[in-house]
């Protein structure tokens, strides 16, 4: 738990924005807002602290503000002979004006209560490697512009993995900013690293063997907003090959080709996309093969999208062209057939995405950490094989 006098930290610096974010491509110094109307938009309803952000907004109305993306951060943990914690977000300097700005230095300090265990600084140049386009779209969720600009000119990228008997719950990021308008100043943010209590008893998608080849927060897995716990599904057979036969040129050369792929808890279908042809080549993604919303890549193809009923949502994507059992509004049960295991969208062979997320669409929704009942979670790793019996 935190201390009292940090909580009073947080409320002041923690604006928590819930706003969308695709990873589509994302104009440098275009506007977002923090409006309780957005949040509506968004399909969330405001908690205490979200609806504390607007005044907070007003009241430090020329201030560059730090926020984080995901507002609310959690860990991942692998056990074994070297136990670690990872999490990762974007921290994003928030300000009210377009003026161009540089972080001349950065600092992270790791907490476990109030003693700081770790502090790491950065020089201009280790922040400008970690800065990245903000993950972002300037645009609500129904794609009108936001009534009340609000800057995101520099947002970083921070990783972390740490040993978890450091045992490490919260983590300020303190950046030093210049601008042309401004005098050199300090910004900081203090952000709760919480250990997520998923609700849903999650069945992993397909039965049988498979290897995931893309997870984890830190280990090069999605690094999209609701992607960041994601995780991809190969099926193989019994001697653990992804290829069954032929050269692997064809989707039918894959072992996972057509597998059933399954409702992993009960809910209902909430989005369901089925009109994608599947990538011809599977180690090919082929752009001509992309829906034209997702001109640069990021095609999710064919997917479910299934309500759990309690502010949990699983996405499946890629299913095979054709093979959607379920529409919009279905109730299904937990193991139900949804359809087939494909190669639709941005995909380089056949295969299941998986994400856990908050809402029901996946360019709007946070990420959650995720587990099943069939399958050990020390096993959601990249490179490593797996039975869902
Ligand atoms: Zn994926």
């Known amino acids: 738990m935190m201390q009292s006098g940090r909580d009073n930290h947080l409320m002041r610096s923690t604006i928590r924005d819930t706003l969308d974010v695709a990873d589509a491509a994302y104009p440098r110094r275009r506007f977002l807002a923090t409006s309780l109307s957005a949040l509506t938009l968004a399909g969330l309803r405001p908690t205490p602290l979200l609806a504390s952000a607007p005044l907070e907004a007003a009241a430090h109305a020329s201030a560059l503000r730090l926020i984080s993306q995901p507002g609310r951060i959690f860990r991942t943990s692998l056990s074994g002979n070297e136990a670690v914690d990872s999490w990762a977000c974007w921290v994003i300097v928030q300000a009210d004006d377009d003026a161009a700005i540089e972080a001349t230095g950065l600092t992270v300090e790791l907490f476990n209560g109030t003693a700081r265990v770790k502090s790491a600084s950065y020089t201009a140049a280790g922040v400008r490697a970690l800065a990245i386009k903000?993950?972002?779209?300037?645009?609500?969720?129904?794609?009108?512009?936001?009534?009340?600009?609000?800057?995101?000119?520099?947002?970083?990228?921070?990783?972390?993995?740490?040993?978890?008997?450091?045992?490490?719950?919260?983590?300020?990021?303190?950046?030093?900013?210049?601008?042309?308008?401004?005098?050199?100043?300090?910004?900081?943010?203090?952000?709760?690293?919480?250990?997520?209590?998923?609700?849903?008893?999650?069945?992993?998608?397909?039965?049988?063997?498979?290897?995931?080849?893309?997870?984890?927060?830190?280990?090069?897995?999605?690094?999209?907003?609701?992607?960041?716990?994601?995780?991809?599904?190969?099926?193989?057979?019994?001697?653990?090959?992804?290829?069954?036969?032929?050269?692997?040129?064809?989707?039918?050369d894959y072992r996972g080709w057509g597998r059933e792929v399954l409702a992993p808890a009960d809910g209902v279908i909430v989005r369901a996309r089925s009109d994608r042809p599947d990538q011809p080549l599977p180690e090919t993604s082929d752009p001509r093969y992309y829906a034209p919303e997702y001109p640069n890549g990021g095609d999710v193809g064919n997917i479910v999208t299934i309500d759990h009923g309690n502010g949990e949502f699983s996405m499946l994507a890629h299913f095979k062209a054709g093979s959607l059992r379920v529409k919009v509004g279905d109730r299904v049960r937990r193991g139900q057939p949804l359809g087939a295991l494909g190669n639709s969208g941005d995909t380089s062979g056949p295969h299941v995405h998986y994400q856990l997320q908050t809402g029901p669409d996946w360019e709007y929704a946070d990420a959650l950490p995720v587990k099943f009942t069939n399958v050990d979670q020390q096993s959601l790793v990249r490179g490593t094989y797996f039975d869902a019996e």
Do not use: C
């Not at 800057?151 to 983590?171: G, K, N, V, Y």
């Not at 209590?197 to 080849?213: A, N």
């Open 134 to 252: 903000p993950p972002l779209t300037p645009r609500l969720p129904d794609g009108s512009l936001p009534a009340r600009p609000i800057f995101w000119p520099l947002a970083i990228r921070i990783r972390q993995t740490e040993a978890s008997p450091l045992a490490i719950d919260s983590m300020r990021v303190v950046l030093d900013l210049r601008s042309g308008k401004r005098t050199a100043q300090q910004v900081d943010v203090t952000l709760p690293i919480e250990t997520y209590r998923q609700k849903s008893e999650l069945l992993f998608p397909f039965r049988g063997k498979g290897i995931i080849l893309q997870a984890g927060v830190t280990n090069g897995g999605h690094r999209n907003r609701s992607g960041q716990f994601a995780l991809d599904a190969f099926g193989v057979d019994d001697s653990w090959s992804i290829i069954a036969a032929g050269d692997g040129k064809q989707n039918t």
